[in-house]
T-cell receptor, first 117, second 115 residues
Framework: GENVEQHPSTLSVQEGDSAVIKCTYSDSASNYFPWYKQELGKGPQLIIDIRSNVGEKKDQRIAVTLNKTAKHFSLHITETQPEDSAVYFCAASGSRILTGGGNKLTFGTGTQLKVEL | DAGVTQSPTHLIKTRGQQVTLRCSPKSGHDTVSWYQQALGQGPQFIFQYYEEEERQRGNFPDRFSGHQFPNYSSELNVNALLLGDSALYLC??????????????FGNGTRLTVT
């Protein structure tokens, strides 16, 4: 099955700096890659996603890049703010045709991001 | 527009007991998935329901079962609870859009503690 690795496990940056979180996946059939932000006591919140036919996607201060050949994807947060502090998860999902219609997500182990003043 | 709602928020059970967790999907969504999140870990897929049928299942024992109702809401049942079942149980909903992957929206979870 799919295996997703995520690095680093913790990341501390100064306010205004950029933060980069990297993930690799094992299943070349995976074609959907969302990123989630989880704050304490809450469920994961989708912040951005990318599909395998796109190499890069940007939404204001957040961007995601995908390298299908190397099977890795990254989250970039620019101009970080204290409210960006949270745990971030990457995930991967395979072709629904191959799974009988299911869209199971395989998650990475998470990155604790701390933005310091 | 209500998002994914789960109940209860917290639950304490004893080993060997049975538990039922409930989930109402986001308006317009017809697919419900359940995930288990242990402390400090990423969510692990349990199963997914669509059209009241289990469509996909993760690597969890038969003690974990579910149900989806005609109004798309869902229940997760766990029998013969073990200490290791203590975790945050997350429900996620999505809209079935043919062969493409639609975004999953998560609820805030049910924190289950087994003593």
């Amino acid at each position: 099955g799919e295996n997703v690795e995520q690095h680093p496990s913790t990341l501390s940056v100064q306010e205004g700096d950029s933060a980069v979180i990297k993930c690799t996946y094992s299943d070349s059939a995976s074609n959907y890659f969302p990123w989630y932000k989880q704050e304490l006591g809450k469920g994961p919140q989708l912040i951005i996603d990318i599909r395998s036919n796109v190499g890069e996607k940007k939404d204001q201060r957040i961007a995601v890049t995908l390298n299908k050949t190397a099977k890795h994807f990254s989250l970039h947060i620019t101009e970080t703010q204290p409210e960006d502090s949270a745990v971030y998860f990457c995930a991967a999902s395979g072709s629904r045709i191959l799974t009988g219609g299911g869209n199971k997500l395989t998650f990475g182990t998470g990155t604790q991001l701390k933005v310091e003043l | 527009d209500a998002g994914v709602t789960q109940s209860p928020t917290h639950l304490i059970k004893t080993r060997g007991q049975q538990v039922t967790l409930r989930c109402s999907p986001k308006s317009g969504h017809d697919t419900v998935s359940w995930y288990q999140q242990a402390l400090g870990q990423g969510p692990q897929f349990i199963f997914q329901y669509y059209e009241e049928e289990e469509r996909q299942r993760g690597n969890f024992p038969d003690r974990f079962s579910g149900h989806q109702f005609p109004n798309y809401s869902s229940e997760l049942n766990v029998n013969a609870l073990l200490l290791g079942d203590s975790a945050l149980y997350l429900c996620a909903s999505s809209a079935d859009i043919g062969t493409g992957n639609s975004p999953l929206h998560f609820g805030n979870g049910t924190r289950l503690t087994v003593t």
